[in-house]
């Protein structure tokens, strides 16, 4: 059994910083891409940013040159949230695209959320 479990969420002022942390456990043989995704109320659920097992990023323009998710040689991925505004409140997901077994596909798991409020 696959768990994500994410940490760091919480109210933070506008221009304030975030880092939101998530781990990865359980029986995992191999993950190739971790990422975070958002959803704010009455929105679809949207990628925030993503990296691959050969640390290839992708981010969502509204994020680009504020956020940065990187990766251990574990199994956490990391998202690091600068110049905060208020938009960017959403609950946040983690994401991992990974295997359980050798010879298996891979497929999604999610983590339970973790709310970022951005407010004065």
């Known amino acids: 059994q696959v768990q994500l479990v994410e940490s760091g969420g919480g109210l933070v002022q506008p221009g304030g910083s975030l880092r939101l942390s998530c781990a990865a456990s359980?029986?995992?043989?191999?993950?190739?891409?971790m990422g975070w995704y958002r959803q704010s109320p009455g929105k679809e659920r949207e990628l925030v940013a993503a990296?691959?097992?050969?640390?290839?990023t992708n981010y969502a323009d509204s994020v680009k040159g504020r956020f940065t998710i990187s990766r251990d040689s574990a199994k956490n991925t990391y998202l690091q949230m600068n110049s905060l505004k208020p938009e960017d409140t959403a609950v946040y997901y983690c994401?991992?695209?990974?295997?359980?077994?050798?010879?298996?596909?891979?497929?999604?798991?999610w983590g339970q959320g973790t709310q970022v409020t951005v407010s004065s």
């Open positions: 994401n991992a695209d990974l295997s359980t077994v050798v010879t298996g596909p891979s497929r999604d798991y």
């Open positions: 359980g029986r995992i043989f191999r993950i190739y891409a």
């Open positions: 990296i691959t097992r050969g640390s290839t």
